[in-house]
Structures are given as C-alpha cells and as structure tokens.
C-alpha cells in the first residue's frame, strides 16, 4: 500500500456556528483515484475547499509529501502542486483552448509566454494524456462539446506538474459517450502517478475509475475502503445512513470507523 501523498488528520471547519466537518481524516495516494462520495451537504466541497486553500480550516494537520503544511490560500495549494477542478470550470468562453490552459498563470511561468511555446505546451499536455477529441487547440472553448471542455479544464490543471488533482463531479452534465472519455482520462492521472480525488454522485463512475472510496456523512469521514471490498449496496447505505451493517458483518476491517 502506497504512502499518501497528502494526508488530513482531525481536520474542523465550521462556518460560524455550523459545525460543518468534524475530526475529518483524508488521504489522497498517489497513482491512486480515491472517490469522496457523500450525501448533498455531507461537506465534500467543503472539504475540497479546505484542501484548494479557498477557505481555511479551523483545526487539524495536513501533510504533504510527508511534511506538514499550511493551506492559507489558493496560492499555498498551487504552490505544492494541489489543483481543483470545479464543476463550473471557469474557462474563458471567448478565448481558445491555449490561453484558456495559460489563464491566471501568468506569474512565475516555467515558460516564457510567447504563442509558440504556449501552444506547444498545450498541445503536448493533451497529447500526454491521450486526448484526441479536440482537433486544434486553437479552437474557442464556445465551440467545444460539455465534455471537451471538462478534458481541457482537466489539461490545464496537469500542465503545471501537477501532484494531486480534485475534481468535482466531472461527468455531471455529461452524455454517455463523454463521460467514456472523461473517465477514460481520469484514470490516465493516475496512471501518470497523481492523486486524483473524485467527487461524484454517481455510483457507476464511482465503482469503473476508483481504487478507493472516502465516505463522508454529516461532515465525518465514515469510511475509507477499497472499492474491490464493497458493493454498490454497501456504499449507497454508507452514504444514506453513515454506516453499512452488513460492510461491519462481512468486513469489519475494511471500514476505518
Ligand atoms: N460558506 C458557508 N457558510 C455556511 N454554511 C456553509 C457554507 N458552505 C457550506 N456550508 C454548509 O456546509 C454543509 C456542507 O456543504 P457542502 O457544500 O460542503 O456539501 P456537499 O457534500 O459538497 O454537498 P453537495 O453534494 O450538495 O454539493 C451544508 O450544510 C452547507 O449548508
């Protein structure tokens, strides 16, 4: 089993007197897909939030690469090499797939910015990752399909060395064919040897591209298991009741309670 590339230990975050996470441990492994599935409102973005360093945490560790770290803001994540796919992408609708992979990255570029060299990077990243729905990296995002738009939003979180990667229901608005690919490039991360945490509501993606599930219930982290251990029934009662009977008959040691 490999070490965790990061690792929250007894993690607290409350929004005023909304206790929202409580005594949260996570870890993300690298060249591992761990899922964090959860009921609407169990704190998975919250949680993610944490880890991007948008809101801060209000107790508890986070090792990184085996040193403790401070998250204070997004800066702190990206400088670790932390990236959060949103589900609203934020990618510039007017602007082609190679500025829209430069957006905001500006500072303290590996590269120098010139046309050339960015739209090689771009190129290059997307090739890596086997994506050949996208004909030109010239073309406007408003021209691309739901799913080449969550590929490129995905490309650009890897082009910067990435090492863990989180992403928030990616197949959400995605037909068949697209969520294919989307997943497809999910477990191609980790194949490269990121961490990649999914968000998802769905159990099928969960089960195809997972090596583990994380559960969390009621802001509490309930289970962390292999996805080869459990059935979909098992993770759903998990999800619904914070607890699966059955999972603590057959199993008791798959579950970290
Ligand atoms: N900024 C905030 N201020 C106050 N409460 C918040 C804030 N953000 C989240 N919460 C509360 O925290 C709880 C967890 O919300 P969160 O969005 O993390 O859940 P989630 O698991 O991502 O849900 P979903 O699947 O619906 O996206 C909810 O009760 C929510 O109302």
């Known amino acids: 089993m490999s070490e965790p590339i990061l690792e929250l230990k007894q993690l607290n975050k409350s929004f005023g007197p909304v206790h929202v996470l409580h005594d949260v441990d996570f870890n993300v492994r690298a060249g591992e897909v761990t899922a964090l ?11 993610v939030k944490s880890i991007a360093g948008i809101h801060g945490y209000d107790s508890g560790t986070v090792t990184f690469q085996g040193k403790q770290v401070n998250i204070h803001g997004p800066r702190d994540a990206a400088d670790l090499g932390i990236e959060v796919v949103y589900q609203d992408l934020a990618l510039a609708e007017n602007l082609d797939i190679v500025q829209n992979m430069f957006l905001g990255r500006e500072r303290g570029s590996k590269w120098l910015l010139d046309e050339a060299s960015m739209e090689k990077a771009a190129r290059e990243t997307l090739a890596s990752l086997s994506v050949r729905t996208v004909k030109s990296v010239r073309t406007p995002v408003s021209a691309l399909s739901g799913g080449q738009r969550q590929t490129v939003a995905i490309a650009k979180s890897v082009l910067w060395d990435s090492k863990v990667v989180l992403l928030d229901e990616p197949t959400a608005a995605l037909g068949v064919a697209q969520t294919r690919q989307v997943l497809d490039l999910v477990r191609r991360l980790a194949e490269q040897g990121l961490g990649v945490v999914l968000i998802s509501h769905n159990m099928a993606d969960v089960f ?7 559960v969390l219930y009621l802001g509490r982290l309930v289970a962390e298991v292999h996805t080869k251990d459990v ?16 999972l603590g008959l057959a199993r008791p040691e798959a579950a970290v309670l």
Request: proline letters at 0%; charged letters at 25%.
């Open 37 to 47: 599935v959860g009921d609407n409102g169990a704190g998975k973005s919250t949680l």
């Open 208 to 214: 195809e591209v997972a090596d583990r599930i994380a």
């Open 231 to 246: 059935t979909h029934g098992q993770v759903v009662e998990l999800i619904t009741a914070g607890r699966s009977g059955d």
